[in-house]
């Protein structure tokens, strides 16, 4: 973030500059006049701010009638009268070889621009709240409707030829009306200066657009801003597989061994062989026995992974063996794969893959009785039963790593009438 700067276009150094509470509009026309410019002060330069209002009598502390203190050596006039402008809290802008000077410079003197920045992944309104927050300005318009109701007159009726009269009800109509109303976007923190102050925010939520205008440094500020936030989410692709497997066959199993030496996997179960080659494994490995999964916990030491490389004596790969057996067990017939989608999930997303059938799940009846005859109706809602797997992506760093969850529910019909169980 570089400060506003005014080229004076002269290279003149100032050898030795000493001033002791000199007033800022001297300091300013000394230093412009020493590098060959005109300056001209607007009539807002001196006095308070709006929001900082100073006392009748005190000596103003900002503007072009504060006073300031310098102490230079061997530094050029322009770098001076800059640092001389940000003390002094002025607006300036060179038009020629007049330089401008105010509290408040009005649009035709300052060098104000226009940008409409046209955004791809956030949306329009978002982007325009993240900018609000840096210290610009903005603004939301919405419809609102009134609705009133409007009385127009009473009538009397003569009844008969006497003096009776009867006041008839009073005759009202209804109306409504619409209006668009501006709501003001601004933030002020406390303890920080907004960076974005003095840039206007215009959104058009149908070309999901921001115009941005404002002072040019502010606008290319605020742009490249734009540029990094309006980019891709990332996306992960997930293969699921939901397998039903058959833990009761347990003469097929007694048969069954499986080992591994680096990082192949070796498992037999029933007659059927699978064999995993993997450089990822440890040099030596203690794999799950077959006739332990699924029936009773598995003690699973604390170092279950190896190093970077793989390469960890401590520890053995459970993925790889754990894999190996289902898909010996697939094989073999004791399992058979349900479904085998593929997703594509996008960072902070949540995609489901449902395994389910329309089942009763709850009956009511409503029984009504009318000349001695009953009559029962029944209300019957249907509820979704089997496997909804949800999976969420939490986070994809840059190095590639996912963090995601993944949260199973389970519904089976239960040997109740109109019932299920989680």
Request: net charge negative.
């Amino acid at each position: 973030i570089q400060p506003y700067t005014i080229n004076l276009g002269s290279n003149q150094i100032i050898p030795r500059l000493v001033l002791r509470e000199a007033p800022v509009r001297e300091v300013l026309s000394l230093l412009a006049r020493a590098s060959g410019v005109n300056i001209a002060f607007a009539d807002n330069a001196a006095g308070p701010t709006p929001g900082n209002p100073t006392a009748p009598g005190t000596p103003p502390t900002t503007g072009a009638d504060a006073r300031i203190s310098l102490d230079i050596e061997n530094e050029s006039a322009q770098d001076v009268f800059n640092y001389v402008l940000r003390i002094s809290g002025l607006q300036a802008s060179r038009n020629g070889r007049t330089i401008f000077v105010g509290r408040s410079l009005p649009n035709a003197a300052r060098d104000v621009a226009m940008r409409s920045v046209r955004l791809n992944q956030v949306r329009a309104n978002e982007a325009a709240g993240y900018l609000v927050i840096l210290g610009a300005e903005s603004a939301t318009a919405a419809t609102e409707r009134t609705t009133e109701v409007v009385r127009i007159g009473a009538e009397q009726q003569q009844q008969g030829g006497g003096d009776a009269q009867v006041q008839a009800a009073p005759l009202t109509q209804t109306r409504t009306s619409e209006r668009t109303v501006i709501n003001p976007l601004r933030y002020d923190p406390k303890d920080s200066v907004p960076i974005l102050r003095g840039l206007q925010i215009a959104v058009d939520q149908r070309t999901n657009t921001i115009t941005l205008v404002g002072q040019r440094d502010l606008v290319a500020l605020a742009s490249e801003q734009l540029s990094r936030i309006d980019s891709r989410l990332r996306q992960v692709v997930v293969n699921v597989r939901v397998i039903d497997i058959n833990l009761l066959q347990n003469d097929r199993l007694g048969t069954s061994f499986s080992f591994g030496v680096g990082g192949t996997r070796i498992v037999n179960t029933g007659g059927i062989g699978v064999i995993n080659w993997s450089d990822r494994g440890a040099p030596y490995s203690t794999s799950l026995a077959p006739e332990s999964v699924g029936f009773g916990p598995v003690s699973v030491p604390l170092s279950i992974s190896g190093d970077v490389n793989g390469q960890n004596p401590n520890g053995f790969n459970i993925a790889n063996d754990f894999l190996a057996q289902l898909q010996a067990s697939v094989v073999n017939g004791n399992a058979k794969i349900l479904t085998d989608p593929t997703l594509v999930v996008q960072e902070g997303q949540v995609a489901n893959v449902e395994l389910t059938e329309e089942v009763v799940g709850t009956v009511e009846a409503e029984t009504e009785v009318s000349n001695g005859v009953s009559n029962t109706t029944f209300t019957i809602e249907k509820e979704k039963a089997g496997l909804v797997l949800g999976i969420q992506v939490d986070r994809i760093d840059d190095n590639g790593f996912v963090t995601l969850s993944v949260s199973p529910s389970l519904k089976v019909p239960v040997d109740r009438f109109g019932a299920l169980e989680d």
